[in-house]
């Protein structure tokens, strides 16, 4: 996913903020993560890596998604994608506490 900050007038086109899923397949790319990979060799090895999951700018590190994720390996890049999809979900829909779930409820 990914959302535009609000326009300044002064470039023609506003950056583009990565999160989510988008983010963490921009973060792989640039990591040559190898595949078919397991959860664990992913974990020891890109564990650190910190995917913004909203707008916010809040994170979770891949080794806590990967410990969230239901599947051990993955066979390729759009494996990983689906199955941590439903982790970055969550994250992003609890991640804000209270003030977050009404801002969900408020259409902007």
Same mark, same amino acid.
């Given at each position: 996913?990914?959302?535009? *900050?609000?326009?300044?007038?002064?470039?023609?086109? *506003?950056?583009?903020?990565?999160?989510?899923?988008?983010?963490?397949?921009? =973060?792989?790319?640039?990591? &040559?993560?190898?595949? *078919?990979?397991?959860?664990? #060799? @992913?974990?020891? #090895? /890109?564990?650190?890596?910190?995917?913004?999951?909203? *707008?916010?700018? /809040?994170?979770?590190? +891949? =080794?806590?998604? +990967?410990?969230?994720?239901?599947?051990?390996?993955?066979?390729?890049?759009?494996? @990983?994608?689906?199955?941590?999809?439903?982790?970055? &979900?969550? &994250?992003?829909?609890?991640?804000?506490?209270? @003030?977050?779930? @009404? =801002?969900?409820?408020?259409?902007?």
């Amino acid at each position: 996913m990914a959302a535009r *900050p609000p326009s300044n007038d002064v470039d023609d086109e *506003p950056d583009v903020v990565e999160f989510g899923i988008a983010a963490l397949d921009a =973060r792989i790319q640039e990591r &040559e993560i190898v595949f *078919p990979v397991t959860a664990d #060799s @992913l974990a020891s #090895s /890109h564990g650190d890596l910190r995917v913004t999951v909203d *707008p916010a700018g /809040h994170e979770i590190a +891949l =080794r806590e998604a +990967l410990a969230r994720c239901d599947a051990a390996e993955f066979d390729t890049r759009q494996e @990983l994608l689906n199955a941590l999809h439903p982790v970055f &979900e969550a &994250e992003r829909e609890s991640g804000n506490g209270i @003030l977050g779930r @009404l =801002r969900a409820l408020v259409p902007l």
